[in-house]
């Protein structure tokens, strides 16, 4: 990204459904008043899969989303979360009402974006 911005926010999410992993994030940086959606390089992702694995095998409970934040100053936070990722959340209940082919195309579009204020 070689845009300016004044702040981006992932919102990032690695949790097991039916005994397959399941990987998905959403990545936004806002200007002004502006909120745009960008995709992350293959290094980033490698870097928050490592993050995900490295999680303690010691009976704590493992996050299953993460939220990450940094302003253009470079103060950053992580604000890692637990039980039923939100993207998860709506997939699921939006497969008991939609057809397969049109709920794939509806999370792969702009309507999820307002998980990231």
Not at 5 to 27: C, F, H, M, Q, T
Not at 41 to 69: A, I, R
């Amino acid at each position: 990204m070689t845009t300016a911005w004044d702040r981006i926010e992932l919102l990032y999410e690695n949790s097991i459904v039916d005994g397959d992993r399941r990987v998905v994030y959403k990545a936004f940086y806002f200007e002004t008043d502006a909120k745009h959606q960008f995709g992350l390089s293959g290094e980033c992702h490698t870097l928050l899969y490592e993050l995900s694995e490295g999680q303690p095998d010691n009976g704590v409970e493992k996050w299953t989303w993460l939220k990450f934040m940094m302003d253009a100053g470079g103060t950053y936070a992580f604000e890692f979360k637990y039980g039923t990722p939100p993207l998860l959340e709506r997939e699921l209940e939006l497969a008991k009402k939609i057809p397969p082919q049109r709920l794939i195309e509806w999370a792969n579009g702009p309507e999820f974006d307002d998980l990231i204020p």
